[in-house]
């Protein structure tokens, strides 16, 4: 937008400890020339003075849904029509989960359902809670209704632990909302494939491993922000879908390659984050094993290698796939990226304490056959973030 027709962007602000913060994310959406106008709930005006988030912005903030200055004594109508963007932050749990069921009880969530202005939420919360089944529900019910989900990060909060549900910092929110980013990758065609794959025994057990998919998860929502069609094609998670354009639900890695298989032939890019099961069982019993007290001999296979095929394509994709090691990470990383002739590889060691599997946070190191760059331990959103650009540069330079 010009200075003629500035953003305006109606800024809501939940009950959490994060909402002091938003009266450095005022400064920052008003230096990128934005028009703000805050809206508190009640709670949030015990961790914060409305007076000073309106000295910020210019403009008496709004907390009751019926105002007698407002237009006709109907705040949310007013509101609704003067903003373009809806931007909470912090949003905490249950604000989101408000949304989530389309309960209109206070100004800020009656003005979401009477604003046609997009939605976008920054959450904040202790990392328990984030977790929760109930709150990544209530998340993944309102990314398909379009939501624009920013953060949270992995990080120290204030209740003294560790983890993801820390609110994205002031300017990451303000860049990622107002800044004219590029999008590189728009028209491209990408497939990423994400999580583990289970290889039955019978009907009741399984081979698996560790992978949660969340590296794969993050990285298919990184591409899609830089403008890329992400076909997602998942193992078995418990992580909320994000904003893609196809999402495929497999379960074995048989599944897993079927469905790459019917869909690579159309797509620039293929990311393989999943952990792909090397072997399954020779045979699948029909029924439960029972248990008994012999030594029980397992005969495996191997499953199809998903990610040298599509590399040995004619003509292949641009290819980035995965490494976890427990040991001499850049050796075996980049054996692996030349014998199965990958474009780029993304390595990380697993099984200490920080990073790998099933964690919020990783450290790797990016591998090409003339270069590579490193990423120190970040949350796996950061990461993808990353990964994404430094997949793009190369991509660019294959072209």
């Avoid at 081979?207 to 998942?234: D, P």
């Avoid at 490193?374 to 190369?394: D, F, G, N, Y």
Wanted: with cysteine; glycine share 8%; proline share 7%.
């Amino acid at each position: 937008m010009t200075s003629q027709n500035p953003p305006r962007i109606l800024l809501g602000v939940s009950g959490s400890i994060a909402a002091y913060k938003a009266a450095e994310l005022i400064r920052r959406l008003r230096e990128r020339g934005a028009e703000v106008q805050v809206v508190m709930t009640a709670h949030a005006r015990a961790f914060i003075s409305p007076l000073s988030l309106q000295a910020l912005a210019g403009r008496p903030v709004r907390s009751e849904l019926f105002d007698p200055s407002a237009e006709a004594g109907m705040g949310h109508i007013e509101l609704a029509r003067w903003a373009n963007q809806i931007l909470i932050a912090p949003a905490s749990a249950n604000l989101i989960a408000r949304l989530a069921h389309g309960l209109a009880d206070d100004l800020l969530t009656t003005l979401v359902l009477a604003s046609q202005a997009p939605l976008a939420i920054a959450p904040a919360m202790n990392q328990q809670m984030w977790s929760h089944p109930a709150v990544q529900e209530n998340v993944a019910r309102l990314l398909s209704r379009g939501l624009r989900l920013l953060g949270p990060e992995s990080g120290e909060q204030a209740c003294g632990e560790v983890g993801s549900g820390r609110m994205l910092e002031p300017a990451a929110i303000a860049g990622a909302l107002l800044d004219s980013a590029p999008r590189p990758l728009t028209g491209a065609q990408v497939l990423v494939t994400a999580g583990p794959t289970r290889e039955a025994l019978d009907p009741v057990r399984f081979i698996g491993n560790r992978s949660s998919g969340k590296m794969g998860y993050a990285l298919a929502q990184a591409l899609t922000e830089l403008g890329a069609q992400v076909i997602l094609v998942s193992g078995p998670t418990a992580l909320p879908a994000p904003s893609v354009a196809h999402l495929i639900e497999v379960e074995s890695a048989a599944e897993m390659h079927a469905a790459v298989m019917a869909r690579i032939a159309d797509c620039a890019i293929f990311v393989a984050a999943a952990a792909v099961a090397d072997y399954r069982p020779k045979q699948q019993a029909p029924h439960k094993l029972k248990k008994h007290p012999d030594t029980i001999n397992l005969q495996l296979v191997p499953n199809p290698d998903i990610l040298a095929e599509v590399a040995a394509r004619t003509p292949a994709p641009f290819t980035l796939g995965f490494a976890a090691e427990t040991e001499a990470l850049e050796t075996n990383a980049r054996a692996k990226l030349e014998r199965k002739g990958l474009d780029m590889i993304a390595a990380n060691l697993v099984g200490g304490e920080q990073g790998g599997f099933d964690r919020d946070d990783n450290a790797l190191l990016i591998l090409w056959r003339d270069g590579q760059r490193e990423l120190p331990l970040m949350s796996k959103q950061l990461a993808a973030r990353e990964i994404a650009c430094i997949l793009t540069e190369r991509y660019g330079a294959s072209a």
